[in-house]
Structures are given as structure tokens and as C-alpha cells.
């Protein structure tokens, strides 16, 4: 690298360091009502049926996917 690169780059990035970006103010509160164990576990099996049920279904029949007929 030559001498210069640092100044060049300097020039390239120092426009972008004067303008702050802006941040969002996000701040969130307790919840109005605990999750009880029941909700829990329909959220966890309805997780587990909608993404590991299909899945483990093609990782089972995969050898039937290879086949060509």
C-alpha cells in the first residue's frame, strides 16, 4: 500500500462519520398477562408440526426421491 491510501480512504469515509445515523426508540413493557404451561406447549407443538414434522417427512423419504421413474 502506498502512503496515500490512508488519506485517500480517509476522504472516501469522512463524509459519513459527520451525519449520525438515527436510532429507533424502542422500548417494551412487561406483559399484561404470564404465559401459563398450557400455552406453552401449543406453541411448542404447533412449532415442532409446522417445521421438524415436514422436514423429518423428506429426510425419511429421501431414498424414494432419489429413485427415477
Do not use: N
Not at 1 to 30: C, D, E, N, W, Y
Not at 43 to 52: E, I, N, R
Amino acid at each position: 500500500m502506498s502512503v496515500l491510501t490512508p488519506l485517500l480512504l480517509r476522504g472516501l469515509t469522512g463524509p459519513a462519520r459527520r451525519f449520525p445515523v438515527p436510532r429507533a426508540q424502542i422500548h417494551s413493557k412487561p406483559p399484561r398477562e404470564q404465559l401459563g404451561t398450557m400455552d406453552i406447549a401449543i406453541g411448542l407443538t404447533s412449532c415442532f408440526l409446522c417445521f421438524l414434522l415436514p422436514s423429518g417427512w423428506v429426510l425419511s423419504h429421501l431414498e424414494s426421491y432419489k429413485k427415477r421413474e
